[in-house]
């Protein structure tokens, strides 16, 4: 199973707006999405699973994608990442 990992670096970590870009563009594909941040474990299509997982700045997640259109949904969600989910500044 492909996955990629990613230092969350945005002041408010994986919170609210972040939160939310991530879930929006992993329902964009088929794939199942989950991020990890230690033992916890979360579907990427589910804000509340993301929230509810903690991620503030200087985290390293693990993102890991299953299904036909894995390696895209995880090249998008690194995108998205490398833009600083869209933060000014």
């Known amino acids: 199973m492909p996955e990629i990992q990613l230092d969350i670096t945005n002041s408010v970590g994986l919170h609210a707006r972040p939160a939310a870009l991530f879930v929006q563009e992993a329902n964009r594909f088929a794939a199942d999405i989950t991020v990890r941040l230690g033992d916890t474990e979360a579907d990427a299509k589910s804000i509340l699973d993301l929230l509810l997982l903690g991620a503030v700045q200087g985290s390293r997640v693990t993102v890991r994608a299953e299904g036909p259109d894995a390696e895209a949904a995880l090249a ?11 933060e000014a500044g």
């Open 76 to 86: 998008a969600l690194r995108a998205l990442h490398a833009r600083n989910f869209d």
